[in-house]
């Protein structure tokens, strides 16, 4: 029998600007290699006037799916035929995917984060303190509103920012899920206290993103309880100030890579519908960040 030679391999990646330092590739072709697909995955630099030819493109050379990173995760959408509903809640996609003719726009931020927490923690009935109101906290804040927690309080730097994710929370998502849903805003001036009674704390911030590796929340150290669950969404260093505090406070943690490596296998799902290894993906990126 004659074997048949095939030298074309599946595409997928990400499009962003900058593009340079993000380490996706490394994490997802791991996998790829580990789990024998001859797929590549391609860290591709798109400046925003160039997404609609960089999605034209894809389409025409058959991407699987890609990735939208800064600052194409809002434009994205309507260049898509449809979008998965987390993503429509948010408003925003970082992952696109191919089903049949149709190119459909989810967002997998937010539920590799709830995955990852959740093989330690349950959060449904939860209290939740999240620092930041940016896209990660965006997409954090309504998958643990889908997972079911009580009660989340906003805490952000920039008030206007706080207020729209809050009111996002409080209106649409509060709308979309089951249980009763009760959202705060809070302003960040001075060290924040967290309540007592607080459940799950997330920094869903950049500080303490290398370089800026010294920087950490400003918070009351002493409010930090040790019955007290603790999330830090930086992957680079995936050991931050804050979870350095939080462990020597006696809390449990997850950290940004954990995150990271989660929603990356969420995405090869997607693309592929193999369940990736998250320990093969992990060791990856530690190689990377020399973690
Ligand atoms: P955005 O730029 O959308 O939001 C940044 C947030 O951080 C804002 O709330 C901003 O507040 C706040 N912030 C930044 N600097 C300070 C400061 N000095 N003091 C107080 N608040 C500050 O970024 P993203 O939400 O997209 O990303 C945030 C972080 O999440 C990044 O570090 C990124 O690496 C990480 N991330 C990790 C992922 C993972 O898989 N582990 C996935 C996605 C993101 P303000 O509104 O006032 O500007």
């Known amino acids: 029998m004659t074997k048949v030679l095939n030298f074309k391999q599946e595409l997928t990646g990400a499009f962003g600007q900058?593009?340079?330092e993000n380490p996706t590739q490394v994490m997802v072709e791991?996998?790829?290699?580990?789990?024998?697909?001859?797929?590549?995955y391609l860290s591709i630099e798109v400046a925003p006037e160039g997404l609609a030819a960089a999605v034209a493109g894809a389409k025409a050379m058959g991407f699987v799916g890609f990735?939208?990173?800064?600052p194409h995760k809002v434009s994205v959408i309507p260049l898509l035929d449809g979008l998965g509903d987390s993503a429509s809640l948010m408003g925003a996609v970082n992952c696109?995917?191919?089903r049949g003719d149709q190119w459909i726009g989810e967002n997998t931020d937010g539920k590799g984060f709830v995955e990852s927490l959740a093989l330690r923690f349950n959060p449904a009935g939860k209290k939740v303190v999240l620092f930041g109101a940016g896209g990660a906290a965006?997409?954090?804040s309504v998958e643990l509103s889908l997972a079911g927690i009580?009660?989340?309080?906003?805490v952000n730097r920039t008030e206007e920012r706080g207020r729209e994710l809050t009111n996002l929370l409080t209106t649409r998502v509060?709308?979309?899920?089951?249980?009763?849903l009760h959202a705060h805003f809070s302003p960040w001036d001075g060290d924040f206290r967290i309540p007592e009674g607080t459940d799950l704390?997330?920094?869903a911030t950049s500080i303490g993103l290398y370089p800026h590796t010294e920087d950490t929340l400003p918070i009351v150290r002493e409010t930090l309880r040790e019955s007290m669950f603790v999330a830090d969404v930086i992957p680079n260093p995936p050991e931050t100030q804050f979870i350095q505090m939080a462990k020597a406070s006696g809390c449990e943690v997850i950290d940004g890579l954990e995150m990271l490596v989660a929603q990356g296998v969420i995405g090869i799902r997607h693309w592929s519908g193999i369940d990736a290894d998250p320990r093969v993906m992990r060791q990856a990126l530690e190689r990377v960040f020399e973690a």
């Open 174 to 180: 509060a709308e979309n899920v089951s249980q009763p």
């Open 150 to 154: 009580s009660e989340i309080t906003i």
């Open 96 to 98: 696109v995917v191919r």
């Open 201 to 203: 704390v997330v920094n």
């Open 67 to 70: 990735n939208c990173t800064i």
């Open 138 to 140: 965006r997409a954090i």
């Open 30 to 40: 791991s996998a790829y290699h580990h789990h024998n697909l001859d797929w590549r």
């Open 18 to 20: 900058p593009i340079a």
